[in-house]
């Protein structure tokens, strides 16, 4: 069984602070995706990242997989209430988003 | 992406029955699954919904606890069956959209059993 850790698991910081997110495990996956969901919706796809060290920036979201492709981060610059939310990595080991293991989630409160 | 509606949002159930939830997508996808969520957790996949057979479960769901129907390439369904208080949770659908390896996710059923 692939797993795949999450920390932290909450997290509240004040507007205009800078967080991290980490996704771990112990085994390799093909792509990694980050999701981010809001109270009463579905997850929402945020990012894919694919080859191993690559880094994306989404505006004030950067993402990188590290270069085993066993893990992940997620950099938050000058957060936002806006980002309030649960945030999700989610492994595919299939190679087509098809067998996706997703993490334990981080619950992110930003206070104005 | 791909749009995807589920119904009911919400139910509040009374132990031992059953609730079928929907699921429509609004444009062809090749796989489709059905995940379960407890608020402000992970997501557990139930099992993968194949068109025109059984559906493949992961372990620790059953078909008689779950039975999945997905009758064409853009609806399916999800039975909770003989539900206890246990079963209370967010049912989630998504779908992969033909040709981008992405899953599009429904905005969840958020089942309550008393």
């Known amino acids: 069984t692939q797993l795949l850790e999450q920390s932290p698991q909450f997290l509240s910081i004040q507007e205009g602070e800078n967080l991290t997110v980490y996704c771990n495990s112990s085994s390799v996956f093909s792509s990694l995706q980050w999701y981010r969901q809001e109270p009463g919706e579905g997850p929402v796809l945020l990012v894919t990242v694919v080859t191993g060290g690559e880094v994306k920036k989404l505006k004030r979201l950067t993402f990188q997989f590290g270069d085993a492709r066993k893990d992940s981060s997620l950099h938050i610059t000058a957060a936002q209430p806006g980002d309030t939310g649960l945030y999700l990595c989610?492994?595919?080991?299939?190679?087509?988003?098809?067998?996706?293991?997703f993490g334990s989630g981080t619950q992110l409160t930003v206070l104005p | 992406s791909a749009v995807i509606s589920q119904k009911p949002s919400r139910d509040i159930c009374q132990r031992g029955t059953s609730l079928t939830i929907q699921c429509q997508v609004d444009s062809q996808v090749t796989m489709m699954f059905w995940y379960r969520q407890q608020p402000g957790q992970s997501l557990t996949l139930i099992a993968t919904?194949?068109?025109?057979?059984?559906?493949?479960?992961e372990s620790g769901f059953v078909i008689d606890k779950f039975p999945i129907s997905r009758p064409n390439l853009t609806f399916s369904t999800l039975t909770v069956s003989n539900m206890s208080p246990e079963d209370s949770s967010i049912y989630l659908c998504?779908?992969?959209?033909?040709?981008?390896?992405?899953?599009?996710f429904g905005p969840g059923t958020r089942l309550t059993v008393l």
């Open positions: 919904a194949n068109q025109g057979s059984e559906a493949t479960y």
């Open positions: 998504s779908a992969d959209r033909r040709g981008t390896d992405t899953q599009y």
């Open positions: 989610a492994g595919d080991s299939s190679g087509s988003a098809r067998q996706l293991t």
